[in-house]
C-alpha cells in the first residue's frame, strides 16, 4: 500500500464523526450495554491495569507496572511506545479504535472504565470531563507541560488543560489545484458559491460538524451554535450549494483532486498536505471567514488505577523529540513549538500549512465543543441536505 493510502486511512480514523452528537451517543449505548459482555481482546482491556507500588513515606513513588492505552490505528510512531517501555519500565498494552464514537461505545459499556488513556478529538474530550469520566490531570507529574503552546492552554473545551493534553491541532479549509483555476480562492463563499468553472467540480465534507461549518462561517455565527434559525438558514445556504457539488467527500477527496476529477475541495489541513505529496500544484488555504481549531486529545480516566503511569506517558508524549516524531508521521501540527521547531523543513517548506504558528491558529480558527443536546437537531439538519446525494 503506497504511503498515501497508509496516511489516508489513518486520517479517516482520526477526523470522521458520525452524524450523531456526543450526548446521544452516551445515551444509545448506555441503553444497549446492559448485561453487555467485557470486549473482547482486540478491542479493548482485557488485563487488569496494574497499580504503581506505595512508596515508603516521605518518597515519590516512581511510575511502573502497566496501562492501557486506545488510540487511532497509525496515529504514533511505531517506536514510541517501545522507547518509552524501555526507558521508564512501563508495559503498554495497546488497544485500537477505529472512530470517536468507537471507543465512546467502549467506555461507556465499561462505565467510565476499560482503558488508563484514551486518545479522542476535542468535544469527546469535553463529554468524559462532564460525565466525571476523565481524571483531573496532576501538572506536578507534567514537567514537560512546559513546552505546550500557551494558546492550547486557553482552549474553551478545556481551559488549562485540567483534563486533556493536545495531541495533534489543526485547521479545515479549502484544498485546490491552482493549475486547474483561473483565480486564488479566499473565500468559503468559493465553495458555497462557485464560479462557472467550478460548478460539478467540488467537494465537500458530509460529516455534520464540517459540512455545516462554510455556511456558519460565511454567516457569521459560531461554528458550535446551537440556535434553531442560525442552524436553518445554513442548511438553506447549503441545499443552494449542493445544486452545484460533484459530491459529499469524507474519504477520496484529495485523490479526486489529484486525479483532476475536483479542482476545489472542503479539506482538513493534514489530508490536503496527502494530496500534496502527490502533486505539488495543490495548495491549501484557511478562508477569510476563518475555520475551526480542532484538537485530538489525550485523557487520563479518572477509573484508572495507574495514574503515575499514565501521567509519565503524557509527560514523555510531550518531549520535543517525540512531537517532532509524530508530527514528521501525521503532518498535523503539534501544539508543541519545541517540537515543531525540530521538524524537518524540508517538510514544512513542502507542506506550508505544517508551518502555521500557535497564534495563527488560534486566530484563523474556533475551537470545537461538545454540542450537548442540539446534537439531534444537527443530525436532522444534515440529513435534511444531503439526502438523495
Same mark, same amino acid.
Given at each position: ?7 489516508g ?8 464523526? $458520525? *452524524?450523531? =452528537?456526543v450526548?446521544?451517543?452516551? %445515551? ?5 450495554? #446492559?448485561? &453487555?459482555? /467485557? ?41 514510541l ?7 521508564t ?7 485500537l479504535?477505529?472512530t470517536?464514537?468507537?471507543i465512546?461505545?467502549?467506555?461507556? $459499556? *465499561?462505565? =467510565?472504565?476499560?482503558?488508563?488513556i %484514551? ?5 469527546? #474530550?469535553? &463529554?468524559? /470531563? ?5 481524571a ?16 492550547a ?8 488543560n485540567?483534563?486533556?493534553?493536545p495531541?495533534?491541532?489543526g485547521t ?24 462557472e ?10 460529516t455534520?460538524?464540517w ?7 460565511v454567516?457569521?455565527?459560531s ?13 438553506e ?8 457539488l ?5 474519504t ?6 489529484v ?7 472542503e479539506?482538513?489541513d493534514?489530508?490536503?498536505n496527502?494530496g ?7 495548495k ?6 476563518g475555520?475551526d ?6 485523557v487520563i ?11 509519565a506517558?503524557?509527560?514523555?508524549v510531550?518531549r520535543?523529540?517525540v ?35 500557535a ?19 444537527w443530525?436532522k ?9
Open positions: 500500500m503506497a504511503e498515501t493510502e497508509v496516511r486511512t489513518r486520517a479517516r480514523g482520526v477526523r470522521t464523526w $458520525a *452524524a450523531v =452528537g450526548a446521544a451517543l452516551l %445515551v444509545a449505548a448506555a441503553c444497549s450495554s #446492559a448485561g &453487555a459482555p /467485557t470486549p473482547p481482546p482486540t478491542e479493548g482491556a482485557t488485563t487488569p491495569p496494574e497499580q504503581t507500588p506505595a512508596a515508603t513515606p516521605g518518597e515519590t513513588p516512581k511510575p511502573s507496572g502497566k496501562i492501557v492505552i486506545s488510540n487511532w490505528d497509525l496515529y504514533m510512531p511505531a517506536d511506545i517501545p522507547n518509552f517501555t524501555a526507558e519500565g512501563i508495559e503498554v498494552e495497546l488497544a479504535h477505529t470517536n464514537e468507537d465512546m461505545g467502549k467506555i461507556e $459499556a *465499561a462505565n =467510565g472504565g476499560g482503558f488508563d %484514551v486518545f479522542v478529538s476535542a468535544p469527546f #474530550a469535553e &463529554a468524559l /470531563t462532564k460525565r466525571g469520566w476523565a483531573k490531570l496532576d501538572h506536578g507529574q507534567l514537567p514537560n507541560f512546559a513546552n505546550l503552546a500557551p494558546e492552554s486557553q482552549l474553551d473545551y478545556d481551559p488549562g485540567q483534563y486533556s493534553i495531541y495533534t491541532w479545515t479549509g479549502l484544498c485546490y489545484r491552482s493549475d486547474l483555476l483561473s483565480f486564488t480562492p479566499d473565500s468559503w463563499n468559493d465553495l458555497l458559491k462557485p464560479r468553472e467550478l460548478k460539478g467540480k467540488i467537494t465537500m465534507l458530509a455534520d460538524r459540512l455545516m461549518l462554510p455556511a456558519l462561517l454567516l457569521g455565527y461554528i458550535n451554535t446551537t440556535n434553531p434559525t442560525e442552524l436553518e438558514q445554513a442548511k445556504l447549503l441545499l443552494e450549494t449542493k445544486k452545484s460533484l459530491a459529499y467527500d469524507d477520496t477527496f484529495y485523490s479526486k483532486l486525479s483532476g476529477e475536483a479542482s476545489l475541495v479539506a482538513w493534514g489530508w490536503c496527502y500534496i505529496a502527490e502533486n505539488a500544484d495543490i491549501y488555504v484557511v478562508p477569510k471567514e475555520s481549531l480542532w484538537s485530538d486529545t489525550l480516566l479518572e477509573s484508572s488505577t495507574n495514574k503515575p503511569a499514565a501521567h506517558f503524557l509527560d514523555y510531550l520535543p523529540e512531537g517532532k516524531a509524530i508530527a514528521e508521521l501525521v503532518y498535523y501540527k503539534v501544539p508543541n513549538p519545541k517540537a515543531m521547531a525540530l521538524v524537518d523543513p524540508a517538510l514544512l517548506a513542502q507542506f506550508p500549512n505544517l508551518g502555521m504558528t497564534d495563527e491558529l488560534t486566530r484563523f480558527g474556533q475551537p470545537e465543543r461538545d454540542l450537548g443536546d442540539a446534537a439531534p437537531l443530525a439538519i444534515v440529513v435534511e441536505i444531503t439526502a438523495g446525494q
